[in-house]
T-cell receptor, first 114, second 114 residues
Framework: AQSVTQLDSQVPVFEEAPVELRCNYS??????LFWYVQYPNQGLQLLLK??????LVKGINGFEAEFNKSQTSFHLRKPSVHISDTAEYFC????????????FGKGTKLSVIP | ETGVTQSPTHLIKTRGQQVTLRCSSQ?????VSWYQQALGQGPQFIFQ???????GRGNFPPRFSGLQFPNYSSELNVNALELDDSALYLC?????????????FGNGTRLTVT
C-alpha cells in the first residue's frame, strides 16, 4: 500500500519570500510522484512530475521539487512567491502499475500575504 | 486541444436518490478515472476505466458504478445517496499505455446531498 503525508495543512508566506511545501510518501515499490495545484472552485492542475532520472524536477510557474529516495520525500519549492500562488497544493504518488491509482495527501493551503 | 469537461457543475440531491455525473475526456486519452474530494481532504480514487472496462477500484461500495463509452466519455452513477456522498467529484483522463503520462483533471461536479 502507498500513502502520502503532507506535513503542513497551512503555510502563510509573504509575497516574494521563498516557500517549501513538504511531502513524504511510503511505498514498497518504485513510484511516480506528482504535485498538483487546485485554485478555488477548480479542478487539479499538474505542476510537475518525477518519473525517473534527475532528482531535481522543474515545473510550471517557477516551482521545482526534489526527490529524495532515502528520506522518501518530494518537497516542493519556489524561490519567490506571488499573490497568484495562493491555492491548495497536493502531493500524489502512484506505482504506475495496474490501475495507475493516484494516492493524494490531504493538501497544503498556501496563503501569500501582500 | 480540448481538456476534460464535466457536467453538471453543481447538483443538489436528496438522500436515497440516484445521480449520474458525466465526463468528456481530453482528446486522445483512452483512460478515465473518477475521484471523490470531500471538503478539506485530498481526492480519493473511486475507479478507473480503460477501453470501456473497469480496471481498478478504490475502497468505495458497489452503489458507486461507472461506464466508459466508445468515444472515451464516461459516467459516474451513485445509487441510494447518503449525506456523506456530498463532495466534489473529479474526472481525470490520461493516455493509457504511455509510461508516466499524468492525469488531466476536469473542474469537477459539486454534489450536495440533503
Amino acid at each position: 500500500a502507498q500513502s502520502v503525508t503532507q506535513l503542513d495543512s497551512q503555510v502563510p508566506v509573504f509575497e516574494e519570500a521563498p516557500v517549501e511545501l513538504r511531502c513524504n510518501y511510503s511505498s514498497s515499490v518504485s513510484v511516480y510522484l506528482f504535485w498538483y495545484v487546485q485554485y478555488p472552485n477548480q479542478g487539479l492542475q499538474l505542476l510537475l512530475k518525477y518519473l525517473s532520472g534527475s532528482t531535481l524536477v522543474k515545473g510550471i510557474n517557477g516551482f521545482e521539487a526534489e526527490f529524495n529516495k532515502s528520506q522518501t520525500s518530494f518537497h516542493l519549492r519556489k524561490p519567490s512567491v506571488h499573490i497568484s500562488d495562493t491555492a491548495e497544493y497536493f502531493c500524489a504518488v502512484t506505482s504506475g502499475a495496474g490501475s495507475y491509482q493516484l494516492t493524494f495527501g490531504k493538501g497544503t493551503k498556501l496563503s501569500v500575504i501582500p | 486541444e480540448t481538456g476534460v469537461t464535466q457536467s453538471p457543475t453543481h447538483l443538489i440531491k436528496t438522500r436515497g436518490q440516484q445521480v449520474t455525473l458525466r465526463c468528456s475526456s481530453q482528446s486522445g486519452h483512452n483512460t478515465v478515472s473518477w475521484y471523490q474530494q470531500a471538503l478539506g481532504q485530498g481526492p480519493q480514487f473511486i475507479f478507473q476505466y480503460y477501453r470501456e472496462e473497469e480496471n481498478g477500484r478504490g475502497n468505495f461500495p458497489p452503489r458507486f458504478s461507472g461506464l466508459q463509452f466508445p468515444n472515451y466519455s464516461s459516467e459516474l452513477n451513485v445509487n441510494a445517496l447518503e449525506l456523506d456522498d456530498s463532495a466534489l467529484y473529479l474526472c481525470a483522463s490520461r493516455e493509457g499505455g504511455r509510461r508516466g503520462s499524468p492525469l488531466h483533471f476536469g473542474n469537477g461536479t459539486r454534489l450536495t446531498v440533503t
